[in-house]
């Protein structure tokens, strides 16, 4: 029997996000185990930035739960993620654990191309912000395969499906979980189906979710994206990821060759200002601002 692990990205019991992970559960077309985890039970400290999860075993050096994140999301056979939008944007919940992403890469074995639906869920029709970007990059950067997504509207828990037109959206994502995926209809990045772009210039768009660029024209009333691999994908294969962390990998040679040159430049602004300090003198990483190099 296939494992599905349901991530909320909500703190609110039974809300929406809980239900519509449940719901889309509800209709798999086959026998499945639900395993649950919601975001926000999980002590997940911010990435230090040492990269040290690059090298050696793999495993990152804050002793929190965000391995225990990582080993639910590689025990899954499918992924099923809700989110609702928190001022615009994708619950923080999702980035907190996403920003601990280099260490993913070490599991990429265990990671990749599980295939996985997500969720934006919005209290304001139209204000969702960019929580369907936020929910594809958290999918795309566990490394799974995204089959389909969607922005649902509710704001009280259970008005979702309040709308019938939603427990369709979620019988819809359901089907494509194991089956067909299901494009989006609206122009997308033809690359990645990302539909969130960065005007450029002229004519000129950057996919917000795979990061490549290309041209944006308007033919017989409909917007036409054309989009070139770059040479640095984050990523469209398997490959992809290697190849990115061997070039972060091949970052500390650079680091270590540079920096004599480095350190006078940062050196030079140690003095400048007075920190503002919270209420407990040490960092949430363990490290005293005055002790800072
Ligand atoms: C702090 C906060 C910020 C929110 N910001 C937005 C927002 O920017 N846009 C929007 O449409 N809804 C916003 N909402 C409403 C939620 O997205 C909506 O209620 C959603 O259904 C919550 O999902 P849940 O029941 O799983 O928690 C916000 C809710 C809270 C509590």
Redesign the pocket.
Known sequence: MKKVLGI?????R???????VKEVFRGLDQPCELRLLRLTDFRIEPCRGCYACLFKDGTCSIGDDCSVVVDAIAAADALIL????????A?SSLKRFLDRGLAFYSALDRLWGKPAVGVA?????????S?LLGVENFLKMVLADVRQTRVV????????FLNEDNRAAARSLAGSLFGTRVPKTAPCCPLCGGDTFRFLGPGRVRCMLCSNAGTIRMENGTAVVEIEKSDHQLFLTRQDVLDHKAWLVGMKERFMSLRKTLKPITVDYRKEGSWVKPHQTTTSHGQNEDDAP
Do not use: D, Q
Request: glycine fraction near 20%; aromatic fraction near 8%.
């Open positions: 909320v990205g909500s703190a609110r039974l809300g929406n996000c809980e239900i519509m809700a989110a609702p939008a928190y001022f615009l944007g619950h869920i919005a209290g304001v029709p139209g204000l969702e912000g929580t509207y509710g704001a009280m828990p259970g008005e979702i």
